[in-house]
């Protein structure tokens, strides 16, 4: 049950890797077996002593390899479980004997290799399943997704940046739900590395449809982020009792702030201008003339809105055409049966061996497809904006006739006009976006914005349509037996080996590095190989990220540090007094001894050594040798030795192996349920052997049998959380009921059921008691690491796109670099947000004396670091496609502003990293992000409205200015989530104290006057003062 896959690739994959650990496991304990039989032969040595040090030495060895396995390559552990058990019974169970005893091989190693040819015949031969199904039902489900988006942002797009009118809970999910598609369908993908796939595509095809798919989603994604206009906060300096309500004001207030500005205006003029008319006074027609022209203004910017709407509906309608003509063409690809296709294989090829075979295609002919494309046409771009549900269906119907390439082509097309289109609405916004109505120009920046979103998700389009066509092209339209392409790579580490049919991109094929800079530089073709890392080197199993080895990683980038330059004497700084001298200058030839005897082979692997035994997942393995030979060292005890094996000791060992984890939380997780369900088996295989008289009936207990395998089939299939688990009850109710049955004279069922619910119960406290005294490592320890290391990566990812828009033109080759850095760290990213998740139910679960876990503030910290992530990518698709010397002009008059920006949060981000990875309070103060944002929004307000917002250009603009200002507004999240965590130096200040600062940071202490008045006056005041300060801790239910 442990090595049955669900599909032909999934157990092909699994059988491979238990021939691969029962050959190792097999040699090793042959390897044993022949040391004890050599000192068998030699008479002089207490053989039964020799023999036992040799089996717990052996024993010690195998038990930090099985922990470093479970450790580093977690794809292995499954395969490792049961083999282990031959070990561990070997070594301890059986007596010591000078003949050459393989006992335990035939037992486990056998009967295993015989069940795994078993399971994969029958996998094979009857009813096979692959995941072709669930390949191309993956894929229709994250179109499906891109469907639902496009409808949702085509009724919604007037609402855009209000997300409490326009549902802000929905584009949450709509965003959560295509990452979740995008990674099961990667992860299915990956999974059928080793399938036997029998449909049209092979797994190469669905690994070029998911490279492209997943840039698809990810541009489609970025319409599900929370665009939001805080008007408040441009008036939080002017005004401290405010109160930044970022996204919360409702639509209909907010229409009527914006609407009622200008009436209430114009009734004050018209109101005072009558009062000095009744006077007698001179009137003074210049206000009523301003008054007039800005509604003139208001009205032309409104129409310019509203014909700017239009082409961003139209465009969103042509979207979710094409994405519903692509469900319809891989309709019957995911209603292939593999049973009958392979019969029909079969037919074919016995019928049709020497008949030539119609390979008709999914998209027709392509002399149809020309004949159609002239009776419609489709030349006009007028014809491929629908306006109304009409024209949509008649657009559909006009497209399902034509083939994907061709369908790719009229998008291409369209693109131009899109912009084109755009760029006459944008020129009717632009002059008239004013200064005053602030709520107004936040919307039409973050509309611009949308529609540069939309032209890249139609350049993804087209490269799906595209790459689908080559593969509809290539196929015959019959399905195939398609082999699996083997992979070591794969096996091991789940990683994809270099394919030589995926053509490289151009942008990361590249990896030398040009001499930009042209002094002080080498190339990357110049350095050793110890010296090539990046941050791609980093390894997805690490627990914990070490302070040395960040610095490595960021000062090994793409774009490298500048090499040290010795500076005349004159140049260098004198210290300011007597203590600080500098450093004895050394001989050219005792400093190159010195750096011979530092740096050498010996040094380096001394070093790589010291570094990884630092490792917490070293330091695990080192716990669970440890573990494992203090519960087996009573069987290597005269003593105590028939005790062991008389009580069944070595199920301690198998049980410690399941449930010993890294951390204290997945330990003490394990353990709960390891007691839990063996306690069930245990029950359970007492209650069947009495049911089967003692092992003379054998009716009831097949019953009994039959209905225990059902319930943890069910377990295993049905409940992913408990499917781990479902082995481990098999394995518990055969260990107690088939050695009572078959061996009626030497066993009991009632006492091998109480003794292996005994051992195991036993066997989990000691491992809780271990994990928890020695060396202890707790999960929250390992959240708040990996929680380090995100915003750590997040300072990475946020530098080097500054670095990208600095050096565009320039410095070409530090972009290319910079660019396969930022993809690089997020994958990691990714990778991290993943691990984390994966933590904190651990960590929720974990006991601790000295602090509560706080369940809310952690998901939050992940979910804004998450959310930023996705505002950085926004932001990094402003220059990716588009190559301007407007854009780049327009960045770089507010590059100085966007640099206060990414050094604040550089600085921020360092601050709460290394509060969370020393467990520290934050300090009282941080940079100010929020006058900084505030200034790169003043900053770039002149930019948006003056000479340079005539060209489509501005739309790329627009999406750098609103992810950055989205990016800052999520930073007092994270200080929120952080300080809720680890606390603040201010949570020990006395209230008083706490109190008066807070007045003084203000301008509104003379004004409130505090001193003065009675105290009861002062008391009524303070309480007024508290309740406007922001209340920063989150508490949990």
Not at 517 to 528: A, C, F, I, M
Request: proline share 4%; hydrophobic share 40%; with cysteine.
């Amino acid at each position: 049950m442990a090595h049955s896959g669900k599909t032909v690739g999934a157990n092909l994959e699994i059988q491979l890797q238990q021939i691969l650990i029962g050959i190792v496991v097999s040699v090793y304990i042959l390897v044993v077996e022949a040391i004890v039989y050599g000192l068998g032969r030699i008479s002089t040595i207490d053989f039964i002593l020799a023999a036992r040090l040799v089996n717990a030495f052996a024993l010690a060895i195998f038990c930090f390899f099985v922990a470093s396995i479970h450790a580093y390559t977690p794809r292995l552990s499954q395969a490792l479980k049961i083999n282990t058990t031959s070990v561990y019974f070997a070594l301890t169970r059986y007596s010591p004997s000078r003949h050459y005893d393989i006992r335990p091989i035939p037992g486990f190693i056998y009967a295993q290799l015989i069940g795994a040819l078993i399971s994969t015949v029958v996998n094979i031969f009857i009813f096979p399943s692959t995941a072709s199904h669930d390949l191309t039902g993956a894929f229709r489900r994250l179109l499906e997704n891109m469907v639902e988006c496009s409808r949702f942002f085509e009724f919604s797009v007037e609402k855009l940046g209000r997300e409490s009118s326009r549902g802000a809970q929905g584009v949450a999910n709509l965003r959560k739900q295509a990452r979740q598609l995008a990674e099961t369908f990667g992860q299915i993908v990956g999974g059928s590395r080793y399938e036997v796939s029998i449909e049209r595509f092979s797994q190469l095809d669905y690994h070029r449809i998911f490279l492209d798919a997943n840039t698809l989603a990810a541009s489609f994604s970025t319409m599900c982020l929370p665009f939001e206009i805080d008007d408040d906060f441009y008036y939080k300096l002017e005004d401290p009792q405010a109160q930044i309500k970022f996204g919360t004001m409702t639509a209909a207030n907010r229409s009527i702030d914006s609407l009622e500005s200008g009436v209430s205006e114009q009734q004050s003029v018209v109101s005072f201008e009558n009062m000095k008319r009744r006077k007698g006074v001179p009137l003074d027609t210049k206000p009523l003339v301003e008054v007039a022209e800005k509604h003139r203004r208001k009205e032309t910017r409104e129409e310019g809105v509203a014909n700017v709407v239009a082409p961003i509906k139209a465009q969103i309608a042509l979207h979710r055409t094409i994405l519903e003509i692509l469900l319809q063409r891989t309709l019957e690809l995911e209603h292939d049966n593999p049973s009958r296709t392979l019969f029909q294989l079969a037919a074919r090829s016995v019928q049709n061996t020497y008949m030539s075979r119609s390979r008709g295609d999914i998209n027709h002919s392509d002399s149809a497809t020309t004949e159609a494309i002239e009776t419609l046409n489709l030349d006009s771009d007028d014809d491929l904006l629908p306006v109304t549900e009409e024209d949509r269906q008649q657009l559909y119907d006009k497209l399902t006739r034509m083939s994907l390439e061709q369908i790719a082509n009229k998008v291409e097309q369209h693109v131009k006009f899109f912009e084109n289109t755009s760029t006459d609405c944008i020129s009717q916004i632009s002059p008239y976006d004013s200064y005053e109505d602030m709520a107004s120009h936040n919307r039409n920046v973050v509309l611009l914005s949308f529609i540069g979103a939309l032209r890249e998700n139609s350049i993804c389009l087209v490269k799906v349509l595209r790459t689908l066509h080559r593969i509809y092209v290539k196929r015959p339209a019959y399905a195939q037996l398609w082999l699996p392409r083997l992979s070591w790579s794969w096996l091991y580490r789940g990683r994809f080996s270099a394919d030589i049919d995926l053509k490289p991109d151009p942008i990361t094929d590249n990896w030398s590095l040009e001499n930009a800079y042209g002094t002080g530089r080498v190339g990357v073709d110049e350095l050793d190989e110890d010296e090539k890392s990046d941050i791609s080197d980093m390894s997805d199993d690490d627990t914990e990220v070490e302070e040395e080895q960040q610095a490595v990683v960021e000062t090994r980038s793409g774009m490298l540090t500048p090499l040290p330059i010795n500076l005349p004497i004159r140049h260098s700084v004198t210290p300011p007094s007597g203590i600080q001298r500098q450093p004895r200058r050394r001989h050219p030839a005792e400093a190159e001894e010195l750096y011979k005897m530092i740096d050498n082979p010996y040094a380096r692997v001394a070093r790589k050594m010291l570094s990884w035994l630092r490792r917490p997942k070293t330091r695990y393995a080192f716990k669970f040798t440890v573990t494992m030979m203090t519960w087996a060292l009573w069987a290597f005890i005269r003593v105590s030795a028939n005790f062991f094996e008389t009580n069944n000791g070595s199920w301690g060992l198998k049980c410690i192996d399941s449930v010993f984890g890294v951390t204290i939380g997945s330990t003490f997780k394990a353990g709960f349920r390891r007691v839990l369900l063996t306690s069930i088996a245990g029950a359970w295989g007492i209650v069947t052997w009495l049911a089967s008289n003692n092992g003379r009936d054998p009716f009831l207990p097949c019953v009994c049998c039959i209905l225990y395998f059902v319930v943890t089939f069910y377990l295993d299939f049905y409940l992913p959380k408990w499917g781990p688990m479902a082995p481990m009850m098999v394995m518990s109710f055969s260990s107690v009921l088939f050695p009572a049955y078959f061996e009626t004279n030497k066993a009991d069922g009632t006492s091998l059921g109480w003794k292996h619910a005994v051992v195991n119960a036993v066997a989990v406290f000691f491992s809780i008691a271990v994990s928890t005294l020695f060396m202890p490592y707790k999960a929250r320890t390992a959240l708040r690491n990996r929680l380090s290391e995100l915003l750590r990566l997040n300072s990475v990812v946020t530098q080097s796109i500054n670095h990208m828009h600095v050096a565009r033109a320039e410095f070409p080759a530090v972009h290319r670099n910079e660019l396969r850095r930022v993809r690089d760290a997020v994958h990691r990213s990714r990778i991290v947000i993943v691990k984390c998740r994966g933590l904190i139910p651990s960590a929720a679960r974990e006991p601790s004396v000295h602090e509560r876990f706080q369940l809310t503030a952690h998901n939050l910290l992940i979910d804004k670091l998450e959310l930023q992530l996705e505002w950085l990518l926004y932001s990094y698709f402003t220059h990716s496609q588009r190559q301007s010397e407007v854009l780049r002009r327009m960045i770089r008059l507010a590059l100085p502003t966007r640099e206060d920006i990414v050094g604040s949060k550089s600085v921020f981000n360092f601050v709460l990293a290394s509060a969370l990875h020393s467990r520290t309070r934050l300090p009282a103060y941080l940079p100010d992000l929020v006058t900084t944002r505030l200034q790169f929004v003043e900053t770039m307000r002149p930019l948006l409205v003056d000479q340079y917002t005539k060209t489509f250009d501005v739309t790329y603009l627009c999406r750098w200015d609103v992810g950055n200002w989205h990016l800052i507004a999520t930073q007092k999240d994270l200080c929120v989530a952080v300080r809720t965590i680890v606390g603040a130096d201010t949570d020990r200040w006395p209230e008083e104290v706490g109190f008066m600062l807070d007045c003084l940071e203000t301008d509104r202490l003379s004004s409130d006057n505090i001193t003065a008045g009675t105290p009861q006056q002062q008391k009524s005041l303070k309480g007024q003062w508290y309740r406007r300060l922001p209340k920063y801790i989150l508490r949990d239910n």
